[in-house]
């Protein structure tokens, strides 16, 4: 069955970096767009970022694009997520998914604070 297992997470300062990661099983990795979600407290989920399954096309809304990065690679089956220049309103639990189904892994929280 899919499974989603994200990690990376912890506490950096405001201005910092942190890359999380996702790794993916149970399914053909590589056929899939996969995304990057974050949910802040009391707020909706939101999207983040999305690669296409070969990696060449990305999308970013407004609020991250600039300062996060997402790739993957396919041998591997895992995602990334390269975030610079993190500010406090970056500061949620951050999970991946592919693009397609209702799925969501545990998340791995990420918060930005001095």
């Known amino acids: 069955q899919v499974q989603l297992v994200e990690s990376g997470g912890g506490l950096v300062q405001p201005g910092g970096s942190q890359r999380l990661s996702c790794a993916a099983s149970?399914?053909?990795?590589?056929?899939?767009?996969m995304s990057w979600y974050r949910q802040a407290p009391g707020k909706e989920r939101e999207f983040v970022a999305l690669?296409?399954?070969?990696?060449?096309?990305?999308n970013y809304p407004g609020s991250v694009k600039g300062r996060f990065t997402i790739s993957r690679d396919n041998a591997k089956n895992t995602l990334y997520l390269q975030m610079s220049s993190l500010k406090p309103e970056d500061t949620a639990v951050y999970y991946c998914?592919?693009?397609?189904?209702?799925?969501w892994g545990q998340g791995t929280q990420v918060t930005v604070s001095s």
């Open positions: 690669i296409s399954g070969a990696g060449d096309v990305t």
């Open positions: 149970g399914f053909t990795f590589s056929n899939y767009v």
């Open positions: 998914k592919r693009w397609d189904l209702a799925y």
